[in-house]
């Protein structure tokens, strides 16, 4: 089974990331976490994009906040999905971030997800993975199913309380 790389631009995020981590988790995929700033230490972001489809990875995250340049410069190294979490800071309430990450040129895109949205960041990867893994999709069936169930489970209980 592939990886999935995931590469944050501080240790700061970690609790944005955790969430991806968990996700992976539950569907067993194997996954490394970097800590690696888009301006701080650009050859060692530029170097891991750059030998992450020989390395075993089917798609990356990258996580940041405020300028969030780290998924697009991991982008611009690598033909792999890259999936964008932009992080909430006190500054601007992660909308810096957010647009960011969103607003790549074209012929470098970035999937990006919402501000702190590190679960759905790993679900995104579990279904490119699940493409070419029919595990995988059974997997993200069962959960879909489970969720869903969940809601109902809701539904009825507010109407049994209202």
């Known amino acids: 089974m592939?990886?999935?790389?995931?590469?944050?631009?501080?240790?700061?995020?970690?609790?944005?990331?955790?969430?991806?981590?968990?996700?992976?988790?539950?569907?067993?995929?194997?996954?490394?976490?970097?800590v690696y700033s888009a301006h701080r230490t650009p050859d060692q972001a530029r170097d891991f994009a750059r030998a992450a489809r020989e390395k075993g990875f089917g798609a990356l995250i990258a996580a940041a906040g405020m300028a969030a340049h780290l998924a697009g410069a991991i982008a611009a190294n690598t033909t792999l999905p890259v999936i964008g979490i932009p992080c909430k800071s006190s500054v601007l309430e992660g909308v810096d971030a957010l647009l960011s990450t969103v607003q790549m040129p074209t012929g470098i895109p970035v999937a990006t997800v919402a501000i702190n949205g590190g679960a759905n960041a790993a679900l995104l990867c579990v279904q490119i993975l699940a493409v070419e893994d029919e595990e995988l999709a059974r997997k993200l069936d069962e959960k879909r199913q489970r969720d869903a169930l969940a809601v109902l489970q809701k539904d009825e209980a507010i109407l049994a309380r209202l």
């Open 2 to 34: 592939k990886k999935v790389g995931i590469v944050m631009g501080s240790d700061s995020d970690l609790p944005v990331v955790q969430k991806a981590v968990d996700i992976l988790k539950d569907f067993d995929i194997p996954y490394e976490v970097h």
